[in-house]
């Protein structure tokens, strides 16, 4: 079954600062590759999502995919303080089944004023 | 847009009781999904719904059961609660359900067993 493991488990940084997270997930034919920010005491909430090689630019925030060495990227740039939070890589090997996500356990991200 | 209300926030029981959550959608959406996240560990599916009246295991469904009696709202019920279910429950739903789509959350019950 599909692994996905999320590095590093925490961060901490000041305000302004270029973040960057990790998920590396165990198969290649992996779809479907979602990044998920969840606030303490709230659900997660969808950020982006990436299914081709490459990468996919929203706002801020950057992700990067790279098949090959089964690795994704999130890069979240001028962090601010309501940027902290826990951020979940979730990973699909199925694109007709959402039932099919595997979710990493997240990093967690604090941004200094 | 839409809103998941789940209830109650926090739920408290005794070991071996029976306990319902209620979680409701006002997205239209077909698929419900119930989802366990105990800390350390990645969030598990319990239970997903494709439309009203149907009902799907994931991989966490030993221990519970679910209803969904309409399109708008999906329950789950811990059989016989255990003091190792402490645990956040998550409701979330997707148009069709498939990976390709936004899951949105509730903000989640927590699960204390006395």
């Known amino acids: 079954q599909e692994k996905v493991q999320q590095s590093p488990e925490s961060l901490i940084v000041p305000e302004g600062a270029m973040v960057s997270l990790n998920c590396s997930f165990s198969?290649?034919?992996?779809?479907s590759i979602w990044w998920y920010q969840q606030h303490p005491g709230k659900g997660p909430k969808a950020l982006i999502s990436i299914f081709s090689n490459g990468n996919k630019k929203e706002g801020r925030l950057t992700v990067y995919l790279n098949r090959a060495s089964l690795h994704v990227s999130l890069h979240i740039k001028d962090s601010q303080p309501s940027d902290s939070a826990v951020y979940l890589c979730a990973v699909s090997d199925n694109v007709g089944d959402n039932s099919k996500l595997i979710w990493g356990l997240g990093t967690s991200l604090v941004v200094n004023p | 847009g839409g809103i998941i209300t789940q209830t109650p926030k926090f739920l408290i029981g005794q070991e071996g009781q029976k306990l319902t959550l209620k979680c409701q959608q006002n997205f239209n959406h077909d698929t419900m999904y119930w989802y366990r996240q105990d800390s350390g560990k990645g969030l598990r599916l319990i239970y997903y719904?494709?439309?009203?009246?149907?009902?799907q295991k994931g991989d966490l469904s030993e221990g519970y059961d679910a209803s969904r009696e309409k399109k708008s709202s999906f329950s789950l019920t811990v059989t016989s609660a255990q003091k190792n279910e402490m645990a956040v429950f998550l409701c979330?739903?997707?148009?069709?359900?498939?990976?390709?789509?936004?899951?949105?959350f509730g903000s989640g019950t927590r699960l204390t067993v006395l």
């Open positions: 979330a739903s997707s148009i069709w359900g498939t990976s390709a789509e936004t899951l949105y």
């Open positions: 198969d290649s034919a992996s779809q």
């Open positions: 719904s494709i439309t009203e009246n149907d009902l």
